[in-house]
Nanobody, 123 residues
Framework: QVHLVESGGGLVQAGGSLRLSCAAS????????MGWFRQAPGKEREIVAA????????YYADSVKGRFTISRDKTKNSLYLQMNSLKPEDTAVYYC????????????????WGQGTQVTVSS
């Protein structure tokens, strides 16, 4: 069984920070591309950030560029999203995901999804 479990979400004031974590279990994800996605009420799920298998390449949506940082710790089989300067429009359920194909991550069709963690940013 493969599981991705997000944590670190919560309620934060605008301008604040949160660090999301994604703990992977069931297999070694060190050779997988991974990503963070979010879905706000009434909106489609969108990619927030992605990282390749080595961690040497990253992608950020324009809406979060300069504010969010994706990283991974292969020794801990974990993925992180540092979110700074949070805005109310960042409010969403955030999901981590993994796939052997970076293309699948970018196309928002990864093989494995976490259950999501709620991030709420108040004005």
């Amino acid at each position: 069984q493969v599981h991705l479990v997000e944590s670190g979400g919560g309620l934060v004031q605008a301008g604040g920070s949160l660090r999301l974590s994604c703990a992977a279990s069931g297999r070694d994800f060190s050779s997988y591309a991974m990503g963070w996605f979010r879905q706000a009420p009434g909106k489609e799920r969108e990619i927030v950030a992605a990282i390749n298998w080595s961690g040497g390449w990253t992608y950020y949506a324009d809406s979060v560029k300069g504010r969010f940082t994706i990283s991974r710790d292969k020794t801990k089989n974990s993925l992180y999203l540092q979110m700074n300067s949070l805005k109310p429009e960042d409010t969403a359920v955030y999901y981590c995901a993994a796939d052997l194909s970076l293309d699948h991550i970018m196309r928002v069709i990864p093989d494995y999804w976490g259950q999501g963690t709620q991030v709420t940013v108040s004005s």
